[in-house]
């Protein structure tokens, strides 16, 4: 697992909010991805879940299918995801299907979280394999941009 | 919800059961997934994560981006999904935020089930959508085909 100075989680997690920037652009709800492995951004992604029209296409969704292909393979052994709001359900089971060993997120999710306010899928004994789970890395600046999208959305309708 | 009869039930699950015998072609554990809309299909998929380089390519994933691709929706409203084996984590939350109405499984997953299993992902009254879910519809033919792939693997490793 990659030991990162604070100042490396906060580089990182930044480049996840530019990935946020991207959704909030195209009126998406603003979440943003990047996967790192030996210090280099190997895949990145953002919701695009209204223009690509897929149910699926979550920025962590959209991440790992890029690392996967940057690899050439659909295990991501040594890598650490970085994304700006805690993973839902599908998407903490994708990262453990790929084997992803960390997962560093920056505001908890209270009503879809599952690395930790709904269930705990990246560290359940249960399942074949456990990911390192971190929070808090820039917080406010990504719950904001969550807070201030849908405030927007609620004066529109 | 879709109201099969249990002929129509076995008539899509032996869809879903041609389905895995796709993977099954290419070496890759055999599952396969059919989504049903009035009677008609309007996405199939096979596990192909071998195959494809991808950690996400489960039977379900690729069934639900072609039914999105065919409905121009990420929303599956009134749709059933036909699946050979109990979906997994990720599976269950993919077909949670894809708002698909039923599943009907063949047969269960003690391992990584997430329909009944390990967790009830899709009738959990937290989350924002509840999916209909039956199983045993062809159940030992889809057993089967799992229990034969697992025994060969282990005799040629």
């Known amino acids: 697992m990659a030991d990162f100075t604070q100042e490396e989680k906060e ?3 930044a480049e996840a909010l530019r990935e946020a920037q991207l959704s909030l652009q195209k009126e998406e709800i603003p979440i943003g991805c990047i996967i790192v492995k030996d210090g280099r951004i190997i895949g990145r992604g953002h919701n695009a879940r209204e223009e690509l029209n897929q149910a699926i296409m979550h920025a962590e969704i959209m991440a790992i299918n890029e690392a996967n292909q940057t690899k050439a393979s659909w295990r991501l052994l040594d890598c650490t995801l970085f994304v700006t709001i805690e993973p839902c359900v599908m ?7 790929a084997r992803i060993s960390q997962v560093i997120y920056g505001a908890a999710n209270q009503k879809f979280g599952a690395a930790g306010s709904l269930y705990n899928i990246l ?22 941009m969550m807070q201030d999208f849908f405030r927007q959305r609620r004066k529109n309708n």
Chains 1, 2 share one sequence.
């Open 11 to 13: 580089f990182f997690m």
């Open 91 to 97: 998407c903490s089971g994708a990262i453990s299907l």
């Open 123 to 144: 560290t359940d004994e249960r399942l074949n394999h456990r990911v390192e789970v971190e929070s808090g890395i820039l917080e406010k600046e990504c719950a904001k």
